[in-house]
């Protein structure tokens, strides 16, 4: 693993001249200085402040951010479900109770709104969309990308979300022939998370699950890194003249994502000023030409520069979320084989009822409306083991918030769910499971009832009713229980996207292997790069279903 970027930012500044650093150091000492002056009120403080810094050795290495962050709300978190920490001046705000989330996120979007050290690190890499937006911007934006990627457009995309599949299966098939375990597994669910996103999106056959070595790939991993380690430094280091956007390393990156979504919208305005008739079946459209069309319809229209930065957020957004999470579920199932033949089962009795149905036949709607259980197992996974656990806010003004003074600036962090990590979370939105399991435990079944066939709906595929089946509770966005895709009005336009994606891969994946950690799998632990990711290779041993 290579070293912390936080602490590689700081040695690259000390490299700096006399000169430069001096500016630097009186300017961060005089934030310090006047932040702490203008602090009368405090939560209860995590341990180990000192003076000036705050707590910033405890999280100088940026991968064991989140981690630092549950210690803290295992220990000083228990007393009120919320906590404070200071970051060389900056006031961070944890809170890990559902009381104290569900008091921030009434106040969305109007009055607490995202945290403008995420958007300041987001814009500063061309990414300024619908994700960091606020205000009537993001009305604006909601307006053009939400409709892009309703299920209507999602159905569009589906032939992309099933090529990308079986090329992963392909590629699987070969390894478990030659008895060969897959050396990076989570590696693949990059590959295969970002070939889709980029046919879908611009219309790319990049083909990285054969092609690992594509550069498009690296600059997007690296994109992740980057993203977080902006969000964490207390001064915009990228805007130091001649010199800041070299700091990280990432300035050529960052030009070649850019260059790649512009090309593709510059690409498209030509052909409609041209009359191209092949754009006109909106059915075969990518992401990008969507969004063009959709934002021409609307009086106040998005200029190519806002296009790239919500190309990118969607981007970046639906590779990590899928990618990690399907990494996630994975190695849960590789150690859990009761829970994976169970899933298994359920995919069998698609392809084998109501006569026989091959996984080439696959709908959109067969997948969310066929597999109840491998559903509730990834919503359970989103909801306590997901990549996305930390939602960043600030307040629009200084305000009272559970009685103590809250200011601009201030960051305040819901941790997603609250209830694993408080000891005071009391009322719960999430269901018990089936054998009476609390919200605080991990359970695959929580998100089922019992249905009887003849209850079946009218708009359920006839294929997917064998007996008695499960019925799906899908979790609502409007509570603290689960936030893994976003909360109430700010809820991600791309969860629908996301999870037909999710859903997708692990049928194909859970109907030819039986999958199961390597002899030599490493002991896989999680690290902080913008959402949660494993440090570590996932190598998986495959054994053939001969399906």
């Known amino acids: 693993m290579s070293p912390p970027l936080l602490s590689n930012v700081i040695i690259t500044m000390m490299d700096l001249t006399c000169g430069h650093v001096a500016i630097l150091a009186v300017s961060v000492m005089f934030l310090l200085v006047a932040s702490q002056r203008r602090r009368r009120d405090h939560f209860p403080m995590a341990p180990g402040k000192l003076p000036l810094i705050g707590h910033a050795l405890a999280l100088a290495d940026s991968d064991k951010f989140y981690s630092v962050i549950q210690e803290w709300i295992a220990g000083v978190g228990q007393q009120e479900g919320i906590y404070e920490f200071n970051l060389l001046g900056k006031r961070w705000i944890v809170l890990c109770s559902t009381e104290s989330v569900m008091a921030c996120l009434k106040l969305r979007p109007f009055k607490m709104i995202r945290a403008k050290i995420l958007s300041r690190s987001i814009d500063s890499l061309n990414g300024d969309g619908i994700f960091s937006s606020n205000g009537d911007q993001w009305r604006r934006e909601r307006r053009i990308v939400g409709p892009a990627l309703n299920q209507n457009h999602v159905r569009d995309f589906f032939p992309s979300i099933q090529l990308v599949a079986k090329r992963l299966v392909q590629k699987w098939t070969k390894a478990a022939a030659q008895k060969v375990d897959i050396p990076a597994a989570n590696l693949d669910m990059t590959a295969f998370a970002l070939d889709i996103v980029a046919l879908s999106i611009l219309g790319l056959d990049i083909n990285t699950i054969h092609h690992p070595e594509n550069q498009l790939a690296k600059d997007v991993e690296e994109l992740f890194r980057i993203t977080f380690l902006r969000t964490l430094v207390p001064i915009p280091y990228w805007k130091i003249p001649i010199i800041g956007p070299y700091l990280d390393g990432f300035r050529e990156g960052n030009q070649r994502i850019v260059a790649t979504l512009m090309s593709k919208v510059q690409e498209y305005r030509k052909r409609k000023a041209n009359d191209d008739t092949s754009i006109d079946n909106a059915k075969n459209q990518t992401f990008v030409e969507k969004i063009i069309d959709i934002s021409e319809g609307e009086k106040v229209k998005l200029n190519d520069e806002q296009i790239v930065g919500n190309l990118l957020t969607v981007f970046v957004a639906a590779t990590d979320t899928a990618s990690n999470t399907v990494s996630f579920s994975l190695w849960e199932l590789a150690n859990d084989l009761a829970l994976q033949d169970e899933l298994y089962q359920e995919v069998i009795e698609y392809t084998n009822g109501s006569g026989k149905r091959s996984l080439d036949d696959l709908t959109m709607e067969d997948a969310l409306e066929c ?136 049928v194909h994946l859970l109907h030819n292997f039986r999958i199961t950690p390597a002899k030599d799998c490493p002991k896989m632990t999680v690290v902080s790069r913008f959402t949660e990711t494993f440090a570590e290779d996932l190598k998986l041993t495959l054994t053939s279903r001969g399906n």
């Not at 249905?451 to 609502?476: A, H, N, W, Y």
């Not at 603290?480 to 999710?502: N, Q, S, T």
């Open 371 to 506: 597999f109840p259980r491998l559903r509730s197992f990834l919503f359970e996974m989103l909801r306590l083991k997901g990549p996305g656990p930390l939602l960043f806010f600030e307040p629009v003004e200084s305000m009272e918030f559970l009685g103590k003074t809250v200011e601009p600036g201030d960051v305040l962090v819901t941790v997603g769910p609250s209830y694993p990590h408080n000891k005071k979370t009391t009322k719960s939105e999430v269901p018990f499971g089936p054998n009476g399991e609390p919200p605080q435990e991990f359970c695959a079944r929580r998100w089922l009832t019992t249905e009887p066939q003849e209850e079946k709906k009218e708009d359920v595929s006839p294929t997917c009713i064998i007996g008695f089946r499960p019925k799906l509770i899908v979790p609502s966005n409007r509570e603290a229980g689960f936030l893994a895709f976003g909360h109430g009005l700010r809820v991600c336009p791309g969860k629908m996207y996301a999870h037909v994606e999710m859903v997708t891969v692990m």
